[in-house]
Structure formats: C-alpha cells, structure tokens
C-alpha cells in the first residue's frame, strides 16, 4: 500500500500528552483513582484480523532457543511464545495519556541476561505529542519499569522501519545506548533507570533522522546517521564507550545515503550494511549493501541488485535496501531485503559466501496466506511484500527466516514456503464498528488500510479477507439499516471506488452505480435510513452533503446538511435523519427522509471534529452525545432538547449492547470518566451509576473511535483501538 507516514493512521492532533520530568523510574502505570471493576472482572481478547500493520522490527534472541521480540510503528510490542505459537502483546497496559507511547521506536536484549528486555516508545516527534519513555523488564516484558525521557521519538514515522536505535553495550550489561532523530546519542550507565545526553561527531537536526541504528561489533559499538547529505560520513564507531570516531573508508553517494540497517558475522568479523538515499518506509529509489572487515577495514560493496533497471513492463525499478540478518550458525550466510520496490516487487536476497553471489528468495516462494485470506488484497494471489524493513534470521535454525511487511510478517522453515507468522498481532487502526442484530457475524469493521472485514468467527480472520468489489485502503464510513439488517453500506478510499452495499449483511459487496465527483477526492462517512430506502454521504467541512434514494444510482446534493457531519440515522422511523455540527455545537434533524435538515438544538460544544453522536437500537429520537472533556449529554425528543448525564464527566465514545436480565433499557457501553481516569464502562440503568470493565493491564492507549455492544450477547463489548485492532471483552 502506498501511505505515508502521518496518514496511514488516525493521527491525534488533538490530544495533547502531558510531557513528563526526565529520569524518573516509574513502576508499571501511572496512579490512578479506584474504579469499581464489574463482579468477576472482564476477559479480553482480540477480535482476529491476522496483523493487518506495519511490523518494523523483530529482533531474535541470540542466546535463548524460540525467544523473539516484535515491534510495531503504533500497536505496541510483543514477545514469541515458542510453546503456544503465538506473540503475546507486552504493552496493552498503557493507558489513555500515554497513547503516544504505543509506538515503538527500538527494543534490546542483553544477550548475557536472557530475561532483560527494553523499548523505547514514542509514535511522534511532533510539538502536540508526548515525550517519549524507556521500559525496561527482567521478566521478558511481564512486568516493566518506566523512565520517561525529556526528548521525543518517532515510531510511526519516517525511518520507523530503519534498524534498533536501542543497544545494550557489549563491554558492560549495565550501559544502555539510546539513539533518538533530533536529540542526538543518550546514554544508561543503570539499564535504562537513567539517562543522559552524550557526546557525539554529528549535530543533530530539529526535522532530521538523527541515529538511525546502533548495533555491536565485538565490542564496539556503530551508530549509523541519517542526516549526511551523502557526502558526509554516515556511520561511527566508538571502541572504548566514550570517543566516537567516523569509520574510515565508508561508502558515499547517493546509494549510500542513509544507513537503514546493520548486522554482524561474529565467526568472520564482517559488518554488513544496507543503505538507501531515503530513510523510508516510502521515498526510497536508490540504495545499495556493503561489508566492513573489522579486522582490516576494507569496505566491499555486495548487493545484490542496483537499483536503476527496467522491469519487463518498461517500468523504472527503483528501490533502497532495507533488511539484514546473518546467520549465526554459517559464517558468511546473510539475508538482505529490498524496500519500496512497487514495480518489480520487493524480495529478500539470501547469500552464503558473503554477498559474492546472491539467490532471490522471491523467485521460488510459495506463499500460504489461507489463515489471513485478507492478504489477496482483492486479488488471486499475495505479493511477496512491501515495505519490508525488518528482517530476521534465527539464531537456532537456519532455515528459520521471518521479514515484516506494511501487513504482517512472513516466515519459514524451508526458504520456500511462507506463510504469516502473526499469530496474536493485531495492529488495525480501528474506525468503524457494528454488531448486527441477526446473521452470522456477530462485528463488522472498518479500518485504516484494510477497510472493511466481515467477522463470522471472532477466533479467526475473516474468511473473505477484506471487502471488495471494490476494496478500499482505508474506510471512512459504515452502516447497517436497523430494520433490514441485511443491507449494509460502507464508504471508503479506493482507486475503483468509494461506495459499496451489501444484501447480505456484508458478506458480498457491489459498487454504488455512481457517486459525487467529490467522493474520490473526499469520501466520509455514511449512512442508510432504518429501512435501507436512503442514503446519506458526508464529504467533509469543504463539500455539502449528498442523498440517494435508489441505493446510489443517482445523487443530489442536500444544501442544509451541516457540512462535515456524520449523519446518524434514526433506527425506528426511516423518514428521520440526525447530524451534529461540530464546528457549532448544534443538532440538525430531518423528518422528510434527509432531504432537508433543520436546526434543533444549539449551544452545545463545539470545535472537535470528535465529538460524536449516536443513537439507541429500537428508539426513536433517543439520542446520545459523546462531547469527550465537555461531558455526555442525551435527547429523548429527537435532538430538540439535551440533558447533560451527571454520573460521569468525559465521554469520548458510546454504544449500546444488550439489556441486562430483568432491564427494559439497552446495556451503555462508553469510553469515558466517571473520576479521574479514562476507561472503559457499562451501565445497565440508563447511565444513573456505571461499572469500569476494562483493567490497568487492558488499557490500549487511544480507543476513542468507536465502541458497540453485542445486541445478541449480554457484557459483550467491541472496542476500537488505534494499534491494537478489535478488542472485545465478556464478562469473565
């Protein structure tokens, strides 16, 4: 997928993380004020999509059988588990005020202390994100201490991909190093308790890359830099932890711009590095591999293909270096991967006389993407990969290769067949969800990238991968007709495309005949009356809105619907239509089936495209508003009046489930405060008293998108998270 860095994800602008003082060891969490958990307390499980995110980062350990570590450019990081076959995610405990901290920027192990592992977190480096933290664990990452740091990190952004910023010094277990984008090299002399800034030869740039990797030679250390103009030097070095020097001989040029990635063979003292002449993950047309002798330092370039040829098609193929890995079992055995690579598609070259001569691995793969089918993309067959920047070779098993992709991570065991090693990685950026009323599937989704999926089992991905005809990179807008669940509509980004229905529930899609001219440029979201007879589409703050009254056939524009707004469809009455105008804090509503829209009420809050409305299953006119700081508030008349709900004080998001035994009204579900902590609750009494549901170690960051109750199953709750794909919770 073709993305970039600060729009491939819901990207928080608005919510401001409080900066931290530097150097402060923290145990896991932050203090909290008590919440009432609900009797028994919650399980929480991860709804399957199979990956579906950027994996930037897997990292063997070197001296423990079956142990590895994963990270994420939003979702987080996580560990394998050998015995189980899975990863399991080390950082849902981070909370709502630490969401940029769900980004990983590195991760280390100290090879001595096979339980000590560290990540450096911060998705951002820009003025309204959080500064970044340091977690460290002796347990593998089941518990953690924290120290937050007084600069900022960029995990999902450009050079996200590039290799571990994060190093154990090889000399001494207790010194960490610390390589950050705008802030130059940091150093631990506690593992990781405390930091300081350190002297090194390069000054660092308020937008640049800084220290893009930082990997051990015997026992030195090499740091390379993303800031050189391609003149420069690009890569240092220091032998004894305190004078760092520029490497002699280092290669220059355009395909030596930027060192993306480094490895070292112990058996024949050779340090290997890819470059590129951008940082990536996107930007890369020109990158090359080279060799450093330590014991001589003799520089030889290796790689394996220049980028600058002609594809069969005539198209340019233009490309940088990405991946690296040795083998530790086989001395000169390596495996590189190219990055950004769309015409000729990326691949992973393996060597094994050390970079004379190289095999494709591409060339004769067989790819089984049968337990992800969403991998197709729409199509026949997977590609072998985009964006693949990490690249991992296990220490115990040379046949045991895994590399990461903009959606998942593949391995195998043979160098020929592949298939996604992604159990219990979920990192959708979640946007949209619904739970129907009837049918087979119990959610339906809508996420950045992989737009819609139709959930018929929760434990598995969806059989029919994402939605197509036509597919959508990211979808902007789902619903579902109250009165006709079976027809369903979704809006989205696509190239053949921005608006599908569904007869069946959203199991089979069929493009809108038309739709606005604007749609292509601006799709937003959308929504169908209760009996499926109407459609509204919303184009955002610049475009008016449109109906449609013969499932998209034809279009006309409505000049009163308040520009921008989601329009929310009454669930009872199909001539009725609500939209809230965020930009006024008013309320519109239309009683003539979205042809005209009228105010109603006013003075409400304003100026937050999230502020969000919803409405009740099975009720006319009763509506809800989730004004996030500012409180919820509630109509029972159609949006004329609204009462603010005094058992909590922050609403960020509402949905509604099933009613409790014995309760005539439906179960609320919300991401909010009723105290002083944002979390996850239900009440089962129209929102007089409400119960927390979630707990410190399920926290997620971000998941203010959307929430939703199971209409079918009582305590079932869906959550949208930006990382960590569907969670869903039932009463344990």
Same mark, same amino acid.
């Given at each position: 997928?073709?993305?970039?860095?600060?729009?491939?994800?819901?990207?928080?602008?608005?919510?401001?993380?409080?900066?931290?003082?530097?150097?402060?060891?923290?145990?896991?969490?932050?203090?909290?004020?008590?919440?009432?958990?609900?009797?028994?307390?919650?399980?929480?499980?991860?709804?399957?999509?199979?990956?579906?995110?950027?994996?930037?980062?897997?990292?063997?350990?070197?001296?423990?059988?079956?142990?590895?570590?994963?990270?994420?450019?939003?979702?987080?990081?996580?560990?394998?588990?050998?015995?189980?076959?899975?990863?399991?995610?080390?950082?849902?405990?981070?909370?709502?005020?630490?969401?940029?901290?769900?980004?990983?920027?590195?991760?280390?192990?100290?090879?001595?202390?096979?339980?000590?592992?560290?990540?450096?977190?911060?998705?951002?480096?820009?003025?309204?994100?959080?500064?970044?933290?340091?977690?460290?664990?002796?347990?593998?990452?089941?518990?953690?201490?924290?120290?937050?740091?007084?600069?900022?990190?960029?995990?999902?952004?450009?050079?996200?991909?590039?290799?571990?910023?994060?190093?154990?010094?090889?000399?001494?277990?207790?010194?960490?190093?610390?390589?950050?984008?705008?802030?130059?090299?940091?150093?631990?002399?506690?593992?990781?308790?405390?930091?300081?800034?350190?002297?090194?030869?390069?000054?660092?740039?308020?937008?640049?890359?800084?220290?893009?990797?930082?990997?051990?030679?015997?026992?030195?250390?090499?740091?390379?830099?993303?800031?050189?103009?391609?003149? +420069?030097?690009?890569?240092? @070095?220091?032998?004894? =932890?305190?004078?760092? %020097?520029?490497? $002699?001989?280092? &290669?220059? !040029? *355009?395909?030596?711009?930027?060192?993306?990635?480094?490895?070292?063979?112990?058996?024949?003292?050779?340090?290997?590095?890819?470059?590129?002449?951008?940082?990536?993950?996107?930007?890369?047309?020109?990158? +090359?591999?080279?060799?450093? @002798?330590?014991?001589? =330092?003799?520089?030889? %370039?290796?790689? $394996?293909?220049? &980028?600058? !040829? *002609?594809?069969?098609?005539?198209?340019?193929?233009?490309?940088?270096?990405?991946?690296?890995?040795?083998?530790?079992?086989?001395?000169?055995?390596?495996?590189?991967?190219?990055?950004?690579?769309?015409?000729?598609?990326?691949?992973?070259?393996?060597?094994?006389?050390?970079?004379?001569?190289?095999?494709?691995?591409?060339?004769?793969?067989?790819?089984?993407?049968?337990?992800?089918?969403?991998?197709?993309?729409?199509?026949?067959?997977?590609?072998?990969?985009?964006?693949?920047?990490?690249?991992?070779?296990?220490?115990?098993?040379?046949?045991?290769?895994?590399?990461?992709?903009?959606?998942?991570?593949?391995?195998?065991?043979?160098?020929?067949?592949?298939?996604?090693?992604?159990?219990?990685?979920?990192?959708?950026?979640?946007?949209?969800?619904?739970?129907?009323?009837?049918?087979?599937?119990?959610?339906?989704?809508?996420?950045?990238?992989?737009?819609?999926?139709?959930?018929?089992?929760?434990?598995?991905?969806?059989?029919?991968?994402?939605?197509?005809?036509?597919?959508?990179?990211?979808?902007?807008?789902?619903?579902?007709?109250?009165?006709?669940?079976?027809?369903?509509?979704?809006?989205?980004?696509?190239?053949?495309?921005?608006?599908?229905?569904?007869?069946?529930?959203?199991?089979?899609?069929?493009?809108?005949?038309?739709?606005?001219?604007?749609?292509?440029?601006?799709?937003?979201?959308?929504?169908?009356?209760?009996?499926?007879?109407?459609?509204?589409?919303?184009?955002?703050?610049?475009?008016?809105?449109?109906?449609?009254?013969?499932?998209?056939?034809?279009?006309?524009?409505?000049?009163?619907?308040?520009?921008?707004?989601?329009?929310?469809?009454?669930?009872?009455?199909?001539?009725?239509?609500?939209?809230?105008?965020?930009?006024?804090?008013?309320?519109?509503?239309?009683?003539?089936?979205?042809?005209?829209?009228?105010?109603?009420?006013?003075?409400?809050?304003?100026?937050?495209?999230?502020?969000?409305?919803?409405?009740?299953?099975?009720?006319?006119?009763?509506?809800?508003?989730?004004?996030?700081?500012?409180?919820?508030?509630?109509?029972?008349?159609?949006?004329?009046?609204?009462?603010?709900?005094?058992?909590?004080?922050?609403?960020?998001?509402?949905?509604?489930?099933?009613?409790?035994?014995?309760?005539?009204?439906?179960?609320?579900?919300?991401?909010?405060?009723?105290?002083?902590?944002?979390?996850?609750?239900?009440?089962?009494?129209?929102?007089?008293?409400?119960?927390?549901?979630?707990?410190?170690?399920?926290?997620?960051?971000?998941?203010?998108?959307?929430?939703?109750?199971?209409?079918?199953?009582?305590?079932?709750?869906?959550?949208?998270?930006?990382?960590?794909?569907?969670?869903?919770?039932?009463?344990?």
């Amino acid at each position: 997928m073709h993305a970039s860095s600060l729009t491939r994800r819901a990207v928080l602008a608005g919510t401001a993380v409080a900066a931290a003082a530097v150097s402060l060891p923290l145990t896991q969490g932050r203090a909290q004020a008590a919440a009432t958990p609900t009797k028994g307390g919650y399980r929480w499980r991860n709804a399957v999509q199979g990956g579906t995110g950027f994996i930037t980062g897997v990292l063997f350990h070197p001296s423990v059988r079956g142990l590895a570590y994963l990270r994420t450019d939003i979702g987080g990081a996580y560990r394998w588990d050998d015995r189980r076959d899975r990863w399991i995610p080390l950082t849902d405990h981070l909370g709502w005020d630490d969401w940029n901290l769900l980004g990983v920027e590195a991760m280390a192990v100290d090879p001595a202390h096979p339980n000590r592992v560290y990540l450096s977190l911060g998705t951002y480096a820009q003025s309204w994100a959080g500064n970044g933290a340091v977690l460290r664990s002796e347990d593998r990452g089941a518990t953690w201490k924290r120290t937050d740091l007084t600069v900022k990190l960029g995990a999902n952004e450009d050079g996200r991909g590039c290799g571990e910023r994060l190093l154990v010094d090889p000399r001494d277990s207790d010194t960490l190093w610390l390589g950050t984008r705008h802030d130059g090299l940091l150093k631990s002399t506690d593992r990781g308790a405390s930091w300081q800034a350190v002297s090194f030869p390069a000054a660092p740039s308020a937008t640049g890359q800084g220290i893009t990797l930082l990997v051990a030679a015997g026992r030195s250390v090499y740091a390379g830099w993303g800031d050189s103009d391609g003149t +420069s030097p690009n890569l240092y @070095r220091t032998a004894d =932890g305190v004078t760092w %020097e520029a490497v $002699p001989g280092q &290669p220059a !040029g *355009t395909a030596a711009k930027v060192p993306i990635r480094a490895a070292y063979d112990r058996h024949t003292r050779e340090l290997y590095v890819t470059y590129a002449n951008a940082p990536g993950p996107n930007g890369q047309s020109d990158g +090359s591999v080279h060799k450093l @002798r330590i014991s001589s =330092g003799k520089w030889s %370039e290796v790689t $394996p293909v220049k &980028p600058g !040829g *002609t594809t069969a098609d005539g198209s340019a193929d233009t490309f940088g270096y990405g991946g690296v890995a040795v083998d530790a079992r086989r001395p000169g055995t390596l495996v590189v991967s190219t990055n950004n690579r769309w015409a000729d598609i990326d691949t992973v070259f393996r060597s094994t006389d050390g970079g004379r001569t190289w095999t494709s691995l591409k060339d004769r793969a067989v790819l089984d993407v049968s337990e992800t089918p969403y991998l197709k993309w729409g199509d026949e067959k997977p590609k072998f990969g985009w964006w693949i920047q990490a690249l991992g070779l296990d220490p115990y098993d040379s046949g045991h290769i895994v590399y990461g992709t903009g959606a998942t991570l593949y391995g195998t065991r043979d160098l020929k067949r592949w298939a996604p090693q992604i159990r219990g990685v979920e990192e959708a950026s979640v946007r949209q969800l619904i739970s129907p009323p009837s049918g087979e599937a119990h959610l339906l989704s809508g996420s950045g990238d992989i737009g819609v999926m139709y959930h018929e089992r929760l434990t598995a991905s969806p059989s029919r991968g994402m939605a197509s005809n036509p597919v959508f990179g990211s979808a902007t807008g789902l619903s579902l007709a109250a009165a006709k669940p079976s027809y369903v509509v979704r809006a989205g980004w696509g190239d053949n495309g921005n608006g599908a229905f569904s007869n069946d529930g959203g199991r089979t899609w069929a493009p809108f005949k038309a739709q606005p001219s604007v749609a292509k440029s601006a799709p937003g979201p959308i929504a169908t009356n209760a009996d499926g007879s109407v459609l509204l589409w919303s184009f955002g703050t610049a475009n008016p809105g449109y109906r449609s009254a013969d499932n998209g056939a034809t279009w006309s524009e409505v000049a009163s619907f308040p520009k921008g707004a989601a329009p929310v469809a009454d669930p009872v009455d199909p001539a009725r239509f609500y939209a809230f105008d965020t930009t006024t804090g008013t309320v519109h509503a239309s009683t003539d089936g979205g042809r005209t829209f009228t105010a109603r009420a006013t003075g409400l809050s304003s100026g937050d495209g999230e502020f969000q409305l919803a409405a009740v299953p099975g009720r006319s006119g009763d509506l809800w508003l989730s004004l996030k700081s500012n409180g919820l508030y509630r109509s029972t008349d159609g949006g004329a009046t609204f009462t603010k709900v005094s058992s909590c004080w922050a609403s960020h998001t509402v949905g509604f489930g099933k009613a409790a035994s014995g309760a005539s009204y439906p179960a609320i579900y919300m991401v909010g405060s009723t105290e002083s902590i944002t979390a996850v609750y239900r009440s089962d009494d129209e929102a007089k008293t409400w119960t927390r549901i979630n707990d410190d170690r399920h926290q997620w960051g971000w998941i203010g998108a959307a929430i939703t109750g199971d209409p079918r199953v009582y305590g079932r709750v869906y959550i949208a998270t930006n990382g960590r794909g569907v969670q869903y919770g039932e009463p344990a």
